[in-house]
């Protein structure tokens, strides 16, 4: 609108402009005083200006809920396409982070490649420009800072001012939870297709309020709503014209936007830095081999640390916790995993029946054993299919008789390991509740003694009849503690041989089975304190049966981690010579001799009320203690009263009559040659100690007179000897 005189005043949509009137300089004693210069009036914005001072709405369901009647029928369609969209958004981000743990809550993927990190990188950069509900919130955010709202009211009075930020706020809560999925998203991509796939995805879901609101506008949901919509495509809202006001309000979209994009790189890159560097997989491993193809395997068994900030081939390295130069890594040759060591056995060559093993650098595709062909960075999946292992006598792989590979992780809980629940982790290791052993604490405190179940025979000569093993051993603890001293994350038990003590005999494990070792080191050792700090001082935790110099003489059955035989100690194993297998310069390789199993087991002497009572009825006889404390009960270290006819530490073997203090009862008489006794009808057992009840004497008797054994004369006559007169 134009004014009619420029030195009159004049009002136009812009705002109000001052009433001016024209003066003339007053004169003053004969001065001429100079005219006073009008303001500058500012120019009232043209009709051309108008269009630029409002914005249209969005075409979406937020701008719909914005102008309808509040708690109307549009006001809940509104309020139902939000919940829908909301909780489409929140199950996938549910389900992206169901595997989540606290060492790694967005399931992150332990490694990719450079083709898919690339992609990530610009997905990220993307990220921001493609959430449409995202930016229409930023921009009705700055809007919403300028407009008109009594001008707004005029045209609608819904439209109120809380309601455009009640929408606003909506569409930005969806706008950022769609980032969040999408972020999380790109971090679990492993390959590029994957991640564009998902970038698709999300962008669909964006755009379901778009949906819904051309739905309605098109006349699907009800009349109502599709007039409602018509408000939202004829809305025009207008700002202030005094942009003077606030003039860093043109720069508040720029700066939201690149804020949130600026926080969405940067935690990018600090996970893209974590997952390089190996903070998503295992940190440490357990490893079980089998001693069938390759005996020195087994003897490698135990745990691997991954090393800190060192890759090969672009994955994790896993060295022997023992520091003995074995180790797991990733073989770009042969695609798989594989491990190896810096003692190269599978090259070993057999001169007169020694082998000669060389020392290498390290080369993960000089590998003793290897898995399947696979590109996962974590090798833990490597283990869903079968390793090979390389036979070095026969020069050829073959699939591995036995091998376990799992996570031994505590902290972050990734390997659902908690210290069995009888400890705590520190430092990613499990420190064990006073009663418990084992790397996760899985294992009791175990019995302090071994001794032969007399039900079996003991320990024959070994190999060359140097001597018969002991058949009762001690465990080895450090000093007057009763902490035992552990060799692979299990007990040491010894025995002295002879009347002077030495040389000493040593049972321990071995990696899958205990071994039985003669150890002639100590022959100085008269004192059962001093052997026991030679001991503690030879067996290092680190000590390794693959560089021992000592013979082992008897190997046990297998004792495979997670199966019914793991167990803290070799009670109820049955026992087996070794043989030689080869010569490695100094020392040789013993390996298990299926062909020579002895009939030999140990049991635990030591009796305890609840975990390990007397058998055949014995009683186990134990110190007083407090009945109320639990674990003094459970622990408790008792001696076994026998019921007669049984003998043992634990009760577990009928006593033969020809034994010392030992005879028939009941009249019977002694048979030498069976140990039995030949019993009188109607009693029973080795010893007769047993009369057989009146229900089962009848029913006997009458089997043996149905077949023909005893006439029914003899029977009537037994039973009348037995049980009383029969009518």
């Known amino acids: 609108m134009k004014a009619d005189d420029p030195n009159k005043s004049s009002n136009n949509r812009g705002g109000g402009f001052v009433d001016e009137v024209d003066q ?80 790694n809550p967005l399931s992150v993927p332990p490694g990719v490649n450079v083709e898919v990190t690339l992609a990530q990188a610009v997905s990220m950069l993307l990220a921001v420009s493609t959430q449409t509900n995202l930016l229409t919130a930023i921009s009705r955010m700055s809007l919403g800072q300028s407009y008109d709202h009594a001008y707004v009211l005029t045209m609608n009075p819904n439209a109120t001012h809380a309601d455009y930020w009640i929408s ?21 991509s492993t390959s590029v297709l994957t991640l564009m796939l998902n970038f698709a995805a999300l962008a669909f879901i964006s755009e379901v309020q778009q949906t819904f609101f051309w739905i309605a506008k098109n006349g699907y949901i009800s009349r109502t709503v599709e007039e409602d919509t018509r408000l939202v495509t004829n809305f025009q809202i207008p700002r202030h014209f005094h942009k003077a006001s606030n003039p860093y309000l043109p720069y508040l979209k720029r700066v939201l936007f690149g804020l949130i994009t ?50 090969y081939n672009g994955r994790a390295v896993y060295e022997d916790a023992k520091k003995k130069g074995a180790y797991f890594a990733y073989c770009k040759e042969e695609q798989a995993w594989t491990f190896s060591g810096l003692v190269d056995l599978g090259e070993a060559k057999l001169v007169n029946g020694t082998a000669t093993a060389q020392a290498t650098s390290m080369n993960a595709c000089n590998y003793w054993a290897k898995s399947q062909a696979t590109a996962t960075y974590d090798i833990i999946e490597s ?81 060359g009849g140097l001597f018969v093993p002991p058949t009762d051993y001690e465990l080895l603890t450090y000093g007057n503690d009763s902490i035992p001293i552990l060799v692979y994350n299990k007990p040491v038990y010894f025995a002295r041989l002879g009347k002077s003590g030495v040389p000493v005999t040593v049972i321990m494990f071995t990696g899958r089975r205990w071994g039985l070792f003669l150890n002639l080191e100590f022959y100085d050792a008269n004192e059962l304190q001093q052997l026991k700090e030679n ?162 004497i009848g029913v006997y008797t009458q089997s043996l007179v149905d077949s023909g054994q005893i006439s029914e004369e003899n029977a009537i006559e037994a039973l009348n000897l037995t049980i009383g007169p029969q009518s």
């Open 383 to 463: 283990y869903q299919q079968p390793w090979l292992v390389r036979d070095y006598l026969a020069n050829q792989t073959n699939q591995v008789d036995h091998f376990v590979l799992a996570c031994n992780d505590c902290e972050g809980n990734r390997a659902s390991q908690d210290c069995s629940g009888h400890g705590t982790c520190d430092n990613n290791q499990c420190v064990c509740n006073e009663g418990r052993i084992g790397v996760n604490c899985e294992y009791p405190i175990p019995c302090p003694r071994l001794a032969l179940d007399t039900r079996t025979e003991p320990l024959p000569y070994a190999e």
């Open 262 to 311: 600026g926080l969405l790189l940067f935690f990018y890159g600090m996970l893209a830095q974590q997952q390089m560097s190996g903070k998503f997989i295992c940190n440490q491993l357990v490893a079980q081999f089998g001693d069938e193809i390759r005996p020195d395997l087994a003897f490698y068994s135990g745990i691997f640390l991954q090393k800190e900030g060192e890759l």
């Open 535 to 696: 001991l503690h001082t030879y067996l290092p935790v680190d000590f390794h049966t693959f560089y021992s110099t000592h013979k082992v003489y008897f190997f046990t059955d297998p004792m495979d981690l997670g199966s019914p035989s793991d167990g803290a100690s070799p009670v109820d194993l049955q026992w087996y010579h070794s043989r030689k297998l080869l010569n490695l310069g100094t020392r040789s390789l013993y390996r298990v001799d299926h062909n020579q199993p002895t009939n030999t087991v140990f049991l635990c002497p030591v009796c305890q009320p609840v975990v390990n009572n007397c058998l055949n009825g014995g009683t186990c006889v134990t110190p007083e203690f407090d009945e109320s404390n639990l674990i003094e009960y459970l622990t408790v270290e008792g001696t076994c009263n026998c019921t007669d006819g049984f003998v043992g530490e634990m009760c577990e073997r009928q006593q033969n009559c020809y034994e010392e203090m030992a005879q028939c009862y009941n009249g019977g008489n002694c048979t030498i040659s069976t140990g039995s006794c030949s019993c009188p009808f109607p009693h029973a057992g080795k010893l007769c100690q047993y009369r057989m009840s009146d229900e089962f």
């Open 24 to 103: 003339e300089a007053p004169e003053e004693s004969g001065k001429v005083v100079a005219p006073v210069e009008p303001p500058e009036l500012e120019k009232p914005p043209s009709d051309d200006d108008f269009e630029d001072l409002t914005s249209p709405l969005p075409e979406d369901v937020f701008s719909l809920l914005y102008v309808c009647k509040p708690c109307g029928f549009t006001c809940i369609y509104c309020i139902l396409v939000f919940m829908v969209q909301a909780s489409i958004i929140f199950l996938i981000m549910a389900d992206l982070l169901k595997n989540g743990t606290a060492h």
């Open 168 to 188: 606003t706020i909506l569409q930005m809560f969806v706008g950022l939870a769609m980032l969040v999925d999408s972020f999380i998203l790109n971090m679990q």
